[in-house]
């Protein structure tokens, strides 16, 4: 496994939560404008295989419209089949991204827990204190006290 370094973790969690902001916000929109392209996209394939299979083969209504529905589905498959690897690199990118999260995370906290027992006592009352004052003008702010 490569080493992921911080930006780069960084980078990947905001580029997912972006597409993942815009899909959620505007699902409605994208989900439908993307079906009704898709819908036109076929029938314009499907007359073009239409015109092309009945003026090369001379054959008539029903023969070409069965050639042409076993190469939609051949296509179809052949799509689906495509869309299968790009689906299976994006889960194992993500599962990259998430663990290269967690080892960081406990780096970080290995890191701030030695940090913190090798701070003398003075040091730690007055991070105590302070965290303590955070959180008392935080509650003041919020006019919970």
């Known amino acids: 496994m490569t080493s ?6 960084i980078f990947r969690l905001s580029i997912m939560g972006v597409i993942l902001g815009i899909l959620i916000n505007t699902y409605d929109v ?15 394939i499907e007359v073009v295989l239409d015109k092309a299979v009945e003026s090369i083969f001379e054959t008539g209504v029903h023969e070409t419209q069965t050639i042409v529905f076993y190469l939609l589905i051949t296509i179809g498959l052949g799509i689906c089949y495509g869309l299968s690897h790009v689906i299976s690199s994006l889960y194992h990118a993500l ?6 999260c967690v080892n960081t995370f406990r780096a970080g906290k290995i890191t701030a827990e030695l940090y913190w ?3 003398p006592l003075l040091h730690k009352i007055t991070w105590i204190g302070g965290l303590m004052a955070f959180i008392i ?4 702010f919020l006019g919970l006290i």
């Open 30 to 44: 994208i989900f439908g404008s993307l079906l009704e392209a898709l819908h036109i996209l076929f029938e314009v």
């Open 117 to 119: 027992h090798d701070m």
């Open 137 to 140: 003008i935080t509650l003041m």
């Open 4 to 9: 992921i370094t911080f930006r780069q973790i």
């Open 95 to 100: 599962i990259d991204t998430c663990q290269s």
